[in-house]
């Protein structure tokens, strides 16, 4: 008998509305509905989710951790970005 | 005798058998996730038979707690179907009877949801949402396994014949339900056998699968004549409440 | 190319090479002394990676085999709450391996292949599901010791250094807190029952106690992988440190309800502020590990079986999706 395991999904989930999808963990399952199903059994037991995504693990692609620094360094350099890089005398207001 | 503590003591056995022979699975599943997948069921049939069994200690006024209704009555006191209380044996015998149950109970509930019995539509919202997912995954799991391998195709087929005989005893109707609906505690059974008929004849036919043609009908759990399984579930079930009687635990 | 001259090259590429993993040990042991967590994607030393995946599959095994004492009293459970209750705990354990495979895979290590360690004795879990559970009152002696040791073990781990362990074991660390509380009410429960029922509780006490004070492992003298563990930050306290805590945090609890701690040596340490306690049997431990305990056998038969069981549910699955897959393209 030949024994291929089931293939590896990646499990995501939005705990609330409002919230965007996070990764919860990984399942495996022979298909979609399945992974689904067992990520509602295995990943939301406690009410944790109200939406579930999954995705074949082989499917994603990630980024190199070794380029890290070209890839995230340059934005650190960018403080213009957030709202803090700016002075606003005391006293104004719903700024 | 009173028909809607019959009635309920049948929904709460159904539920509560089930649930003790899935719950035999844990730790023995095929696969990690779908053990955790057959606890969750057996979790839900057994809050079912509690809350089923609480209102029928209640409906019957003599001060029987879902303790006593679940762990001390004789065998013949026990209402379930002897479709419930086959043995597991392998997970295609498990998963058809799986299977030929929740699609009875999905359209038995979406019915009871109007009953006049304000308790009884409760319990029967909340087990419908359950079992809406329990036949979804059974369902799934008969299409996967009916046109799956040889070996698996062999394997449910055969647990199709063994138990399609056990089927015919849900839709019995006896004085039990005769006298619920025409007090309109229960609304009318109407299309009951068709649907479950429709979903099963749909399912199997993406399965693959034979319907078997041997319509002998094998009924006794609705009143109280059991298989031979039930008295060893029973011992199990029992064993505590009967070797330590009186005790809290 | 000449030989003289392909020597020279591969000696020049091996030397950079080792000048870089030192400098990427360098990097790697930084972090970890920053406590900056390591992901799966990051380089890290092979023992590291080995070390880990030897303890996390080791921790998932025990899950997974732990469910097989408990599951056993399923069917017996008293009542309606308390069957929930085991039947909920007991799944959870399911899920805990769950996830701890999970993390062994991004180490890369193949859960099946983890799995099939288990089952041909290679991979080792905790001894103390080689006992057994003979009375309903282990329900409350294993829920209220084994897990609570667990606990104690598993809440460091929450800010082990490698990521996908770390945040497994906060999810595992968050479920767990109700298994030490329904072990402890059962206790608590047959404690103010009948005598039969308080006899039970403290037969069970009996059996479990020195297996759970086991279960941190051998003392620190004899801990082989201890200090490299604490240095990578996969280990935050050492065994005797934890077994200590366990007994201090025990004994309390054991005496609020009225059992008695199986050890006539135990007596309180005003000037350590802790219990000292008794000589543990290391002898047996080694023997259960080895596998000499009540169950060992038995438990790995089980769930050798039922993998075995599973196989043409494994295989049917895959062959239908399969089918679907095909079906989809034509
Ligand atoms: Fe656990
Ligand atoms: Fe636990
Ligand atoms: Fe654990």
């Known amino acids: 008998m030949t024994n291929k395991e089931w293939p590896l999904w990646e499990v995501f989930i939005r705990s609330k509305q409002g919230l965007s999808h996070k990764h919860f963990g990984s399942l495996r399952a022979s298909d979609e509905k399945m992974a689904i199903e067992n990520a509602r059994d295995v990943y939301t037991r406690r009410s944790e989710g109200i939406s579930i995504w999954v995705v074949e693990s082989s499917n994603i692609v990630a980024s190199d951790p070794s380029k890290a620094d070209s890839l995230y360094d340059p934005s650190n350099s960018k403080v213009y970005r957030h709202p803090t890089f700016y002075d606003v005398p005391d006293g104004i207001e719903h700024m | 005798m009173n028909s809607l503590f019959e009635y309920l003591v049948r929904l709460g056995d159904d539920s509560l058998i089930l649930g003790h022979r899935l719950s035999e699975w844990c730790g023995h599943g095929p696969i990690l996730e779908e053990d955790i997948a057959m606890t969750n069921i057996s979790l839900d049939l057994i809050g079912q038979a509690t809350t089923f069994l609480e209102h029928a200690g209640k409906v019957e006024g003599k001060g029987r707690s879902e303790d006593d209704l679940a762990f001390l009555r004789y065998q013949k006191d026990y209402k379930n179907l002897l479709l419930v209380e086959r043995p597991n044996g392998d997970f295609g015998v498990t998963m058809m009877r799986q299977f030929l149950f929740d699609a009875f109970r999905k359209p038995l509930f979406e019915r009871l949801v109007n009953s006049k019995d304000e308790q009884l539509s409760a319990i029967a919202a909340k087990s419908l949402k359950e079992t809406t997912y329990h036949l979804r995954h059974s369902s799934e799991w008969v299409i996967r396994l009916g046109d799956g391998t040889e070996e698996s195709h062999q394997r449910v087929q055969d647990a199709l014949d063994e138990l399609w005989k056990y089927t015919a005893e849900m839709f019995v109707e006896d004085e039990v339900n005769q006298n619920l609906t025409e007090n309109g505690i229960i609304p009318s059974m109407e299309g009951l056998k068709e649907e479950w008929n429709a979903t099963v004849t749909s399912v199997l036919d993406q399965a693959t699968l034979t319907i078997p043609t041997n319509n002998w009908e094998q009924h006794g759990g609705r009143n109280g004549k059991h298989s031979e399984h039930l008295g060893f579930i029973l011992t199990e079930l029992q064993y505590m409440q009967r070797a330590y009687p009186g005790m809290e635990w | ?330």
């Not at chain 3, 990521?163 to 999810?171: D, E, Q, W």
């Not at chain 3, 608590?188 to 009996?206: F, R, Y």
């Open chain 3, 1 to 330: 190319m000449s030989s003289r001259i392909r020597i020279f090259v591969v000696e020049l590429l091996s030397q950079m090479k080792e000048q870089d993993i030192s400098e990427l040990e360098r990097i790697f042991q930084e972090k970890i002394d920053q406590d900056i967590k390591i992901e799966p994607k990051d380089w890290m030393p092979d023992n590291y990676r080995k070390t880990l995946i030897r303890q996390i599959s080791q921790h998932a095994h025990s899950e997974i085999v732990g469910m097989l004492p408990e599951g056993n009293w399923i069917t017996r459970a008293p009542n309606l709450r308390r069957k929930a209750v085991l039947l909920a705990k007991v799944q959870d354990e399911a899920g805990h391996g769950l996830y701890l495979y999970s993390a062994t895979e991004t180490l890369g290590a193949d859960r099946e292949d983890t799995i099939d360690d288990l089952h041909s004795g290679k991979a080792k879990y905790s001894s103390i599901f080689n006992y057994p559970t003979l009375t309903w009152a282990d329900m409350g002696a294993v829920g209220w010791l084994v897990d609570g040791a667990a606990i104690m073990n598993q809440v460091p781990l929450c800010r082990c250094s490698y990521g996908p362990y770390a945040r497994a074991m906060v999810r595992v660390c968050k479920e767990e807190s109700f298994h030490q509380r329904q072990g402890y009410e059962i206790m608590m429960t047959l404690m103010s029952g009948t005598i039969e029922q308080k006899e039970m509780a403290q037969d069970a006490l009996n059996r479990f106690w020195w297996p759970s004070l086991m279960m941190f492992g051998p003392p620190d003298t004899d801990s082989k992988h201890t200090k490299q563990s604490m240095e990578w930050r996969i280990k935050r306290h050492t065994n005797d440190e934890l077994r200590q805590m366990m007994v201090d945090f025990t004994v309390p609890q054991a005496e609020a309800i009225g059992l008695t701690i199986p050890d006539p040596d135990l007596k309180w340490n005003e000037e350590k502020g802790g219990y000292d306690y008794g000589e543990i049997d290391w002898d047996e431990f080694w023997n259960v590990v080895k596998g000499n305990g009540p169950c060992n056998k038995d438990r790995i038969d089980t769930r050798r079986k039922a993998k075995e069981n599973g196989a043409w549910v494994r295989e049917a699955a895959n062959a239908h999706a399969e089918k679907r897959k095909d079906r989809k393209i034509a």
